[in-house]
Structures are given as structure tokens and as C-alpha cells.
């Protein structure tokens, strides 16, 4: 069954480590986490940017494909459905389409915009019993067309931001999406202790997760990190592992062109990406 990221995340706050956030981008890869997660007996988000539920032909499609596979596979692990670097029009669609949790990304609006359209959104989502992130700082990288340099996020605004009701809040602290360059300066670990001082209880979100060392990984969950996002990294492996596969020939033996072959090897480097994944978080065994 799944449920919102709420209790999830207060449970991995107050206990100290980190729920995965792992993107989805069609039926390998979601079955793929939440086999992960069944096995690890981990609690796990699924991310949906909204790229990819355009993709997968829409928001309706990609939650009935979820809850028909996670009643399929017999999944008893907490779930959640989560919109990922959500518009405004994204996070109303993602509602109306059975999500349990949603992202609304409006740190590309001034500060009094984002506050009025998080406020509502707040109001929306919890009258329908969703959890909802909102952004502070704008994450570094690309993602949907969204570029930001990495900002890090003042801890006042992100004060006023948690103060409106929100669930989890993701705050920019130097981190980017996708691969990471050589020069980049690593996080702001004083800005996280502050935006956390200035929090209290919010379980605070770190997106960007692929490639950041397991040393800065665990102190920014002693911090208050408690949900952390992973994409690039699994695509990546994902990518690798199917090209193994053809370079070796394979799908040229037999019927190693069946879909079902040709993609096994990419699905079973995924599940080894989550795993390694929920095991730096700290996550395993806490379902």
C-alpha cells in the first residue's frame, strides 16, 4: 500500500538516517526499487520529475502502474508516490492523479511567491492526505529545463518556508544535479547546521545525491538530512551495464534481443546501485 513520506521521514529524522528518493523511468526501473527496498526492508520513495511522467504518457499511468505493482509484487515496505521538482500545474496534475506525496519547486519565483504558492499547495495537499516538499535555493545543474548554479539557501527563508506546514523542505547547499565537476567545492555543512537550527524537526531534503562522497553523505544526515535523492547514478549504471551486454554480443545470440533479456542485465545494476545506496543511508530494516 502506499502512503505519503510524512512518517517515513519523521521517523528517519528523530532516529538519524535517510530515506532513498530514487528516480523512476519506466516499468524495469520501478520494479527494480521496490524489489530493493522489499529486500533491504527499507522504506522508499519513488521520484517522478515531470520529464519523465510525460514520458511514461502521463501522471494517471505512472500511479496506476505503481499501486498495480506494488500490490503485484507483494510489497509490504512503506511507499511513496513522489512528484519531483514539481511546477505549480505539475503538483495540482500529480494530486488529481493518485501521488502521495508532491514536490513544489518554486525556488525559481522571489520569496514571496514561493511562500503564496506553497501555501496553497500545503492547503491542497493535506486536505488529500499528501506530504509536500517545497525548495529553497535552487539546486545545481539541470534538471527539466531548470538550471541553477547551486545555490545555497539563506536560513531565514528557509524558516518562513517550513513555517507554512510543509513536510520536508530541500535546501540548496551547494549541491548539483548529475555528475558532479572536478572543481566542485563540496557542501556547505555551516549553512545545513543553520538551516537545521532554524528548523527544528523539518526533515530536510539533500537532491542531487549521485556522487557525493559516503563521508559527506553521513555527516549531512547527522545534520538533518533525511531524505536524499538519487537519479543520475542509477541511469548511469543503468547505461553501463546495457552496453556491457551488447559490446559482448549478446543480443546477438539466441534470442538475446528479447526486451526482456536485452534489459535484465541494466535492471540488476540498478538494484545494486539502491542497495549500495540504502545501506550508506541507514535506511535498511527500518520499514
Not at 510525460?54 to 509490504?76: C, H, N, P, Q, R
Not at 557542501?187 to 539533500?206: C, Q, R, W, Y
Request: charged share 25%; aromatic share 6%; proline share 3%.
Amino acid at each position: 500500500m502506499l502512503v505519503n513520506a510524512k512518517e517515513m521521514l519523521a521517523k528517519a529524522k528523530k532516529e538519524g538516517y535517510a530515506v532513498g528518493a530514487f528516480n523512476i523511468n519506466n516499468l524495469e526501473w520501478t520494479k527494480a526499487i521496490l524489489e530493493t527496498a522489499q529486500e533491504m526492508n527499507s522504506p522508499v520513495i519513488l521520484g517522478v520529475s515531470e520529464g519523465a511522467g510525460k514520458y511514461m504518457t502521463g501522471f494517471k499511468t505512472v500511479a496506476a502502474m505503481v499501486k498495480a505493482m506494488d500490490e503485484s509484487l507483494g510489497i509490504t515496505v512503506p511507499v511513496a508516490l513522489h512528484l519531483d521538482h514539481g511546477s505549480y500545474e505539475g503538483a495540482k496534475a500529480c494530486i488529481e492523479a493518485g501521488f502521495t506525496s508532491i514536490m513544489f519547486d518554486g525556488s525559481h519565483y522571489d520569496i514571496e511567491e514561493n511562500v503564496a504558492k506553497t501555501r496553497e499547495l500545503v492547503e491542497l495537499a493535506h486536505s488529500k492526505g499528501l506530504s509536500i516538499e517545497a525548495e529553497v535555493g535552487g539546486i545545481g545543474g539541470e534538471e527539466d529545463g531548470v538550471v541553477s548554479n547551486g545555490e545555497v539557501a539563506d536560513p531565514r527563508e528557509c524558516a518562513a518556508i517550513a513555517a507554512l506546514g510543509i513536510d520536508m523542505l530541500a535546501a540548496g547547499i551547494g549541491n548539483i544535479h548529475g555528475k558532479y565537476p572536478a572543481n566542485w567545492a563540496g557542501l556547505d555543512f555551516v549553512t545545513l547546521e543553520k538551516i537545521n537550527a532554524a528548523t527544528g524537526d523539518m526533515p530536510l531534503v539533500l537532491h542531487g545525491g549521485t556522487g557525493i562522497p559516503a563521508d559527506m553523505i553521513k555527516k549531512a544526515i547527522s545534520l538533518g538530512v533525511s531524505k536524499i535523492n538519487v537519479n543520475t547514478e542509477c541511469q548511469l549504471s543503468f547505461a553501463a551495464a546495457t552496453r556491457e551486454y551488447i559490446e559482448a554480443g549478446k543480443d546477438l545470440r539466441g534470442k538475446g534481443y528479447d526486451p526482456r533479456k536485452l534489459l535484465a542485465p541494466g535492471a540488476k545494476a540498478i538494484k545494486e546501485t539502491v542497495k549500495e545506496k540504502i545501506e550508506m543511508f541507514g535506511s535498511a530494516n527500518k520499514a
